[in-house]
């Protein structure tokens, strides 16, 4: 592909994942959650993010020369790398956020730090490739090799329904079935379950035990097994 034909493909591919994303640019985040089958609703729609900010070069005011400074640019739902020019055009600034939520105060520190390591290696080396390229320190190879890299450890087993009400303990509020624009929790969908359950005791259903039962579409209509 001769240049020419190459920037042109270029620019015809670019037209149209524009034109695709402009399509959405009205379409609320909400709505966009719930057609995905989003559990956790447009939080789970972006993950890291990168923010290209323009340059403050010929910003006037008054006499005074203008800088721009990013001190917030609205919620950060998971890691916000927020890159502006210095005044005089000649570097970057980096500003890293993070939701408290997802990495505390140290968390956020490692990733500055690989991320930092990350731009000294292309700077001294740009032709290495990205999977050669050692972002962990000791503790964190220590970990990797000695905790997560062993071997597979004995655990005891474990039934699908305890494995269910083990959630249920744990994170009862959290969404466990979406359904149109209704959600029920792990909470409510337990209890609906176990009301299924007991309204089965006295026709002897049972463990182990088959029985037909019409099922409407509708959220409340999901199985979970229980004990009777």
């Not at 270029?10 to 149209?16: C, N, S």
């Not at 450890?153 to 744990?170: G, K, N, Y």
Request: hydrophobic share 35%; aromatic share 6%.
């Amino acid at each position: 592909m001769c240049s020419l034909s190459a920037t042109i493909w270029t620019v015809k591919k670019f037209e149209r994942v524009v034109g695709e994303a402009v399509e959405h640019g009205r379409y609320r985040a909400e709505d966009l959650a719930r057609e995905l089958g989003l559990a956790d609703g447009p939080a789970e729609l972006v993950g890291p993010t990168v923010n290209i900010l323009p340059g403050t070069a010929g910003l006037p005011f008054g006499d005074h020369t203008a800088e721009l400074h990013p001190e917030w640019l609205g919620p950060v739902g998971d890691l916000a790398f927020t890159f502006l020019r210095t005044p005089d055009g000649q570097g970057l600034r980096l500003h890293l956020d993070a939701d408290a939520e997802v990495c505390d105060e140290r968390t956020l520190r490692d990733h500055e730090r690989r991320f930092l390591a990350l731009l000294d290696t292309l700077a001294a080396d740009p032709g290495r490739p990205l999977g050669r390229i050692d972002l962990t320190d000791g503790a964190e190879r220590g970990r990797l090799l000695g905790e997560f890299g062993v071997s597979p450890r004995e655990v005891p087993p474990l039934t699908w329904p305890a494995a269910f009400e083990d959630r249920v303990r744990r994170t009862p509020d959290a969404v466990a079935l979406v359904f149109e624009d209704r959600r029920l929790t792990y909470a409510e969908l337990n209890a609906d379950a176990n009301r299924l359950a007991r309204s089965w005791c006295p026709a002897a259903c049972g463990p182990r035990t088959s029985s037909p039962w019409p099922c409407p579409a509708r959220p409340n209509s999901s199985s979970v097994s229980s004990r009777c």
